[in-house]
């Protein structure tokens, strides 16, 4: 693993509580890697990047949750979906340690 | 800005996704009544719309009466055009009326930022709590009810014992 990147928009609260969860996993498993973050601030911006809605966490460029990565660049929070079925505005704790396996 | 404690609720006509519209004056008889700045697409107003909906029917009987209202741009966010409200609100059965608020002015007059944000008035229609559903958005890790310790603060005729909080959610989606 050589990239991590969080993509976020300033209008959704979620990203500081993805950034959080996902450095925390990473110092348990004592991975140093930095999270990059990468501001999104324009629907432009958005379609450029591919950027379905905040947060957004790519590893290695991959996107830690497939099937919401294939939604249309939008500004706006993203949607993820806990495993109990439950809305999430950040992906779940074991969806970030399937991607950080 | 939002709107201040003991402000009066602003008066509104808008059409609900039962096809009627709906006033102010319509929730008279209400001895409570709560506004509800929400819309479709935020996952926080997904993450609360249970408890939108548990708070609704838990209190129907105790003279509370729930409203929410979309205001987001819906040529932007066509997840919350009218259409699509109407669609939400019969597939997740919403208990409450569910408003479009299509120019804006209602979440003017409240002075709203956040979806969901709720807006609680007594039944003189005054201000008495502002903010949060309660202070997680994940239901499990809920600590303190603010609703609806403010609803049954005010149906015992006393003051919330929190007035107000700050809302967390998506911002709403001004047309520009």
């Known amino acids: ?41 324009t629907q432009q911006e958005a379609e450029v990047l591919r950027f379905p809605g905040s947060p957004t966490i790519r590893i290695d460029d991959r ?32 969806q970030l340690e399937e991607a950080l396996r | 800005m939002s709107l201040a404690l003991a402000e009066k609720a602003p008066s509104f006509t808008l059409p609900g996704v039962d096809g009627r519209d709906h006033s102010l004056d319509d929730y008279r008889d209400a001895d409570v009544l709560v506004l509800i700045q929400s819309c479709n697409h935020c996952p926080y107003v997904q993450a609360w719309e249970g408890r939108m909906k548990a708070i609704a029917g838990d209190y129907a009987s105790r003279g509370v009466r729930v409203v929410a209202a979309s205001s987001n741009d819906a040529g932007n966010y066509p997840e919350d055009s009218f259409e699509e409200m109407k669609k939400r609100a019969e597939r997740e059965r919403f208990n409450f009326d569910y408003l479009y608020d299509a120019d804006q002015s209602f979440a003017r007059a409240l002075g709203a930022e956040r979806t969901p944000e709720v807006f609680v008035f007594d039944r003189d229609r005054r201000l008495v709590y502002h903010g949060a559903i309660d202070d997680n958005r ?17 149906l015992a005729g006393d003051e919330p014992p929190v007035a107000e909080t700050a809302p967390v959610g998506c911002t709403v989606k001004w047309k520009s």
């Open chain 1, 63 to 94: 996107d830690i949750d497939p099937a919401g990565a294939a939604a249309p660049p939008a500004m706006t929070c993203r949607i993820y979906r806990l495993p109990d079925g439950r809305v999430s505005p950040i992906p779940s704790r074991e």
């Open chain 2, 138 to 154: 994940d239901e499990t890790a809920v600590t303190t009810r603010y609703l609806r310790d403010a609803l049954d603060g005010v």
């Open chain 1, 1 to 41: 693993m050589e990239r991590i990147e969080l993509f976020y928009w300033e209008g959704c609260p979620s990203h500081p509580e993805a950034k959080e969860l996902l450095e925390q996993l990473l110092a348990e498993r004592g991975m140093e890697v930095e999270v990059e973050l990468r501001e999104v601030r």
